[in-house]
């Protein structure tokens, strides 16, 4: 059983920077594209940002290219979401996900990844 786990939240202004890591219980993290998903009150969950199994490729959505920055640590069987420049719309609480994967493509489609972690708290102030 896969397990994912979130840390690295938390509340900061805006402007600021924060660090989200996930910790992936698996013995072949290089098989597993990873991801990373957020949910604001009252909306649906959306897409953020997500990285190849090989780390090659990254894909981020728009609202937060350029500020935000994924990342595998494997040695750690870890993967970070570096974020800067933040906004209160960047409010949410953020979710690292995973996907057995046999290519470089990487879905941004919720329903595609498999694993999930108990997410974690991002909080924005103006």
């Known amino acids: 059983q896969v397990q994912l786990v979130e840390s690295g939240g938390g509340l900061v202004q805006a402007g600021g920077s924060l660090r989200l890591s996930c910790a992936i219980s698996t013995r072949t993290f290089s098989n597993y594209a990873m991801g990373w998903f957020r949910q604001a009150p009252g909306k649906e969950r959306e897409f953020v940002a997500a990285?190849?199994?090989?780390?090659?490729?990254?894909y981020y959505a728009d609202s937060v290219k350029g500020r935000f920055t994924i990342s595998r640590g494997n040695a750690k069987n870890t993967v970070y979401l570096q974020m800067s420049s933040l906004k209160p719309e960047d409010t949410a609480v953020y979710y690292c996900a995973a996907r057995y994967s046999s290519s470089t493509v990487v879905p941004t489609i919720v329903d595609e990844w498999r694993y999930w972690g108990q997410g974690t708290q991002v909080t924005v102030s103006s």
């Open positions: 990285v190849s199994r090989s780390g090659d490729s990254t």
